[in-house]
């Protein structure tokens, strides 16, 4: 489990709880320099208001799974 420390070292929550190692918006198009050809298919951009995970210990389930117990708001949650 030592050697996944660094992965948990880049996980971000956002406001609503929910973890990963990065989360992305759906820019509008308006937003964007816009390109005639693309106007179907979305665009994305990296959300930077999100905060580090503070992740306080790395499980191996039987099945293979690595849980991550992560405090947030006072609480722990595995995840």
Same mark, same amino acid.
């Given at each position: ?6 992965? *948990? ?13 990065? =989360? ?19 665009? =994305? ?7 580090? *995970?503070?992740?306080?210990?790395? *499980? ?20």
């Amino acid at each position: 489990m030592m050697g996944l420390r660094w992965y *948990a070292r880049r996980l971000r929550i956002d406001e609503d709880g929910d973890v990963a190692d990065e =989360f992305l918006d759906e820019v509008s198009p308006d937003a964007t320099t816009s390109m005639e050809d693309d106007r179907s298919l979305p665009r =994305f951009e990296v959300k930077y208001s999100t905060k580090p *995970a503070k992740v306080r210990n790395l *499980a191996l389930l039987p099945n293979g799974k690595i849980q991550h117990l992560v405090e947030y708001q006072g609480k722990l949650e595995w995840l």
